[in-house]
C-alpha cells in the first residue's frame, strides 16, 4: 500500500498522496505497530489503534464536504477543500512543496489565517525535525524533535514563546507487545496538561490496546480482529470507562469489500445512533463516500443525518 501523510484541517482530514483505489479501499487489516510509528505519528495515537479508529470513526460525515488534490512532478501540490454545515460554508486551500529531505506546507483558510509548517527529515540518523507556526498568532511556533528506531520512537514537543507548552511521549516495543506514554506540561502555570499510558498486543488477524487517558480519569479498550474472508471482513469495538462519573461506553463497527472499488461500514454506539458508510473509487484515486446515522433514541425528522463526501484527484 503506498504511504499517505495525512493533514488536519479545522473541518475535514485530507490525504495528500493518494494510494491505488485497490489499496485505498481494502478493508482495515492489523498493522504491525512499527509501521504506523515509522510514518510520524504520536506513539499513544497507534497505541489506540489507528486502524481500529478508521474503522469507527474516519470518513464518516454528515454535511457536505469537497476537496481537490493537484499534484506536480515539480514537488509542488495543491489542496482545495470545502465544507458545508447547514448554511455555513468554510474552506482552505493548501500548498506543500517538497525538495529533497525538506517539506514545507502552508494553509490559508477562510478566515484569512495562515498556517506554515516546515519539516526536515533526516537531520541527523533517524530524527525529523518540524517548526509550525500560524499568522497573525505570534505565539503559536512551535518546534517539533522525532527520533525513530525500529523498536522505539520518541517525540517532544516546545512552543517558541516565553512560557512554552512542554510535551513529551515515547513508545517502545517488539514485534507483539508495544508501551507507550505522554506528558504534557505548561510553564506558565506549572501544571500537568496531560498524562496517558497504555499496552498493545498485535497479532496476524487481530490486535487489543489498553489506554489509561485524560490524567488517569478514562480507561479505553481498544480491539479490531480481520476475520480472513474473501470480502475482507473487519470487526472492531471500543470500550470506555471514565471513573469520576462511572459512565461507560462503546462503539462496535464492521468493514467489508462489495466489490474491488466499494466498501461498506457499519457502526453502533451506545448513545443510541446506527451509522453506515460506503465509500465507492468511481476513479483511480478519487472518492465518493455516503454516510448517513438514525438514533434510534430520537422520534422526530431530525433523527436521521445524511452525508456527502467527494475526494478528486486527476
Excluded at 470513526?57 to 488534490?69: I, V
Excluded at 506558565?188 to 499496552?199: R, V
Excluded at 445512533?273 to 448517513?292: G, V
Aim: charge should be positive.
Amino acid at each position: 500500500m503506498t504511504k499517505t501523510k495525512i493533514y488536519e484541517t479545522p473541518t475535514v482530514t485530507l490525504e495528500v498522496s493518494v494510494p491505488e483505489y485497490r489499496d485505498m479501499l481494502q478493508p482495515c487489516k492489523v498493522p504491525d505497530l512499527w509501521n504506523i510509528l515509522k510514518i510520524g505519528v504520536w506513539p499513544l495515537n497507534s497505541l489506540t489503534l489507528a486502524y481500529q479508529s478508521n474503522l469507527l470513526y474516519k470518513d464518516y460525515n454528515f454535511d457536505q464536504k469537497f476537496s481537490l488534490t493537484i499534484p506536480s512532478a515539480s514537488g509542488l501540490g495543491l489542496i482545495a477543500t470545502g465544507f458545508k454545515k447547514d448554511q455555513i460554508f468554510v474552506g482552505d486551500i493548501n500548498t506543500l512543496y517538497k525538495s529533497g529531505n525538506t517539506a514545507v506546507d502552508v494553509k490559508i483558510d477562510t478566515y484569512s489565517n495562515v498556517s506554515t509548517k516546515v519539516t526536515v527529515n533526516d537531520v541527523f540518523t533517524n530524527t525529523k525535525l518540524a517548526l509550525s507556526f500560524n499568522v497573525p498568532d505570534h505565539k503559536s511556533g512551535k518546534l517539533d524533535v522525532q527520533y525513530l528506531h525500529p523498536r522505539a520512537v520518541f517525540n517532544s514537543s516546545i512552543g517558541l514563546n516565553p512560557s512554552p507548552q512542554l510535551e513529551l511521549s515515547a513508545a517502545i516495543g517488539s514485534k507483539d507487545l508495544h508501551l507507550g506514554a505522554e506528558v504534557g506540561f505548561n510553564t506558565a502555570s506549572a501544571s500537568f496538561t496531560k498524562y496517558n499510558t497504555g499496552i498493545a498486543f498485535n497479532k496476524p488477524d487481530f490486535s487489543a490496546a489498553l489506554l489509561l487517558a485524560d490524567k488517569g480519569e478514562t480507561l479505553k479498550a481498544s480491539y479490531i480482529h480481520y476475520v480472513g474472508r474473501h470480502d475482507g471482513f473487519t470487526v472492531a469495538a471500543e470500550l470506555t470507562h471514565r471513573f469520576s462519573t462511572f459512565e461507560n461506553g462503546f462503539a462496535i463497527g464492521t468493514s467489508q469489500m462489495l466489490n474491488v472499488v466499494t466498501v461498506l461500514k457499519t457502526r453502533l454506539t451506545n448513545d443510541g445512533k446506527a451509522a453506515f458508510q460506503c465509500q465507492r473509487a468511481w476513479r483511480p484515486n478519487s472518492l465518493i463516500t455516503l454516510s448517513a446515522e438514525y438514533d434510534y433514541k430520537m422520534v422526530s425528522s431530525s433523527s436521521t443525518k445524511f452525508g456527502l463526501a467527494l475526494a478528486l484527484k486527476p
